[in-house]
């Protein structure tokens, strides 16, 4: 039977009476650190998706906005709102 240990150069690996390793405390960061780097992630992800619906949202509204420069704004603004929104789902 094969053992396979992966190690991380930031966690302590300890060595049972058998012959097994156990890695324990793989977390990089403190949980007071990771709560707050969530929340900021959080409000940045609301204000981005909040800010470039309301550019949407005018100039999709108004006909008088559609011009070619705001047309280059809200190809803009709709690739910053999947941004915001897909990148949420890849990033753990």
Same mark, same amino acid.
């Given at each position: 039977?094969?053992?396979?240990? @992966?190690?991380?150069? @930031?966690?302590? +690996?300890?060595? +049972?009476?058998?012959?097994? +390793?156990?890695?324990?405390?793989?977390? #990089?960061?403190?949980?007071?650190?990771?709560?707050? #780097?969530?929340?900021?992630?959080?409000?940045?992800?609301?204000?981005?998706?909040?800010?470039?619906?309301?550019?949407?949202?005018?100039?999709?509204?108004?006909?008088?906005?559609?011009?070619?420069?705001?047309?280059?704004?809200?190809?803009?603004?709709?690739?910053?709102?999947?941004?915001?929104?897909?990148?949420?789902?890849?990033? +753990?």
């Amino acid at each position: 039977m094969y053992t396979v240990v @992966f190690s991380c150069p @930031f966690s302590r +690996s300890f060595q +049972s009476a058998d012959g097994n +390793s156990t890695v324990v405390g793989t977390h #990089l960061l403190p949980v007071y650190a990771r709560v707050l #780097l969530i929340g900021v992630y959080v409000a940045v992800v609301v204000v981005s998706v909040g800010g470039n619906s309301l550019v949407i949202g005018a100039i999709a509204a108004e006909r008088r906005m559609r011009t070619v420069t705001n047309c280059f704004i809200l190809n803009l603004a709709v690739a910053d709102v999947l941004m915001a929104t897909l990148r949420t789902v890849c990033i +753990s």
